[in-house]
């Protein structure tokens, strides 16, 4: 029978084997009495097993309060692994599996889920994203190279108007991509109706007089229903992608948004910091993307290099590569384009192409490119300068001598 294989960091107070047999217990078949309909045959079909437990240090404190008290606390890796059989192929119910109540038993003072591991069903279950990086690019005519974006600045509080203009100069400048902060979506200064007609009115004025269209991710984030209106209002409109916040909505809420979509989900992750920031709790990145990419989200945020949060780069850097990794391992489907943001410049193109080897992403700086002492314009060829430098492999302050634009963007992002 297929298996479901998931890793953790784990700290315990209690032996470490006994701890193990009580997490698989309480995520599958076991309860905290034994009981007679808990037989041996049920428990081998439908039993958690422990497939992995290595010791890896100890400490005299424990990382998270309330659990039970020892004079010692042992940390492990640990994998644990289901039938398919206990889930099916339904990413809610695999949610409750791998990241349900494990994390509150007393025999717990840490844990993180670190890897995931799906077998082919859930890809057969789950299409993943209907358009991804190659329909990213098609839509927005950028073959080669970075889709050069921003995000609507101040985050909220603009009045359409106000947001229009915006769009009027960004479009006019050469940018790629735009997106509502995921603080705004249906807010009574700035309704989302009214900015969605608004808007477009001006991106496709641009795309006739030009051939380019712009893509603008309209932040949609509601109730279902209000959600698959606000898709068709935007489609009706002539808009190419739709941003949802993950957390807000939901694994339902994207997967039924996916069903009815005719454009890229933008997929924003806002929220994360609370499933992350601690190193003795919550997830790591890369399985958490994988329900989201299996859900269908075309673009993922993973912050970006040297950002304005509290993410180190190397956290920023497993997380792209985690995105641009197949979801099941043998599946073909569809890539996810991972989203740079957060305090972005021109300074971190260069690494950034580095180490993720491509430039098959998203990279959007805001105030890197409104606050450009040239105007907005310049902000965006100044930005796409920097990568053209990155892409080429010429020195950043090399390749500004023949660019106004980047030569005096270079004292203002330092």
């Not at 997490?23 to 905290?32: H, K, L, N, R, V």
């Not at 985050?155 to 947001?163: D, F, H, N, P």
């Not at 948004?257 to 997929?267: D, E, K």
């Not at 956290?315 to 979801?327: F, G, M, N």
């Amino acid at each position: 029978m297929e298996r479901i294989y998931a890793s953790y960091w784990l700290e315990t107070g209690d032996d470490p084997a006994r701890a193990a047999d009580v997490i698989a217990g309480e995520q599958s078949s076991g309860t905290f009495v034994a009981l007679a309909t808990e037989t041996p045959e049920l428990k081998e079909r439908s039993g958690a097993r422990v497939e992995r437990l290595n010791i890896l240090g100890h400490s005299k404190e424990p990382s998270l309060p309330g659990g039970m008290r020892s004079e010692r606390y042992t940390q492990c890796e640990l994998e644990l692994s289901w039938p398919l059989e206990n889930t099916g192929a339904s990413l809610p119910n695999l949610m409750s599996t791998i990241a349900g109540n494990l994390f509150e038993l007393r025999q717990v003072s840490g844990l993180r889920l670190t890897g995931l591991k799906l077998p082919k069903a859930f890809a057969d279950a789950y299409p993943g994203p209907a358009f991804g990086i190659e329909g990213t690019r098609r839509l927005t005519g950028v073959e080669r190279g970075p889709l050069i974006g921003t995000i609507i600045k101040p985050s909220i509080g603009l009045s359409v108007e106000e947001t229009v203009q915006q769009v009027r100069e960004l479009v006019a400048g050469g940018i790629d991509f735009i997106k509502d902060d995921e603080l705004q979506a249906d807010g009574g200064r700035c309704p989302f109706d009214e900015r969605v007609r608004a808007v477009m009115r001006v991106i496709n004025d641009h795309a006739q007089r030009t051939g380019k269209k712009v893509m603008m991710a309209f932040n949609l984030t509601g109730d279902l229903d209000e959600m698959r209106r606000r898709h068709d209002l935007i489609v009706a409109e002539g808009g190419t992608c739709a941003m949802a916040v993950l957390n807000s909505i939901g694994l339902v809420g994207l997967r039924e948004l996916r069903r009815h979509t005719q454009v890229p989900i933008h997929a924003h992750r806002a929220g994360w910091g609370y499933l992350t920031r601690s190193p003795q709790l919550g997830w790591d990145y890369a399985p958490w993307q994988q329900l989201w990419r299996l859900a269908g989200a075309d673009h993922m945020h993973v912050n970006g290099l040297r950002n304005k949060f509290s993410e180190p780069d190397d956290s920023v850097v497993t997380a792209a590569r985690s995105v641009l990794k197949p979801v099941v391992e043998g599946v073909d489907m569809v890539s996810t384009m991972p989203v740079f943001s957060s305090g972005q410049t021109g300074l971190q193109a260069a690494d950034t192409y580095a180490v993720i080897g491509c430039a098959d992403l998203i990279h959007t700086a805001g105030g890197g490119i409104f606050g450009h002492p040239q105007g907005v314009s310049a902000g965006v060829e100044a930005l796409r300068e920097a990568w053209v430098a990155a892409m080429e492999g010429v020195p950043l302050e090399q390749h500004a001598k023949g660019n106004k634009a980047l030569q005096a963007a270079l004292g203002f992002w330092k």
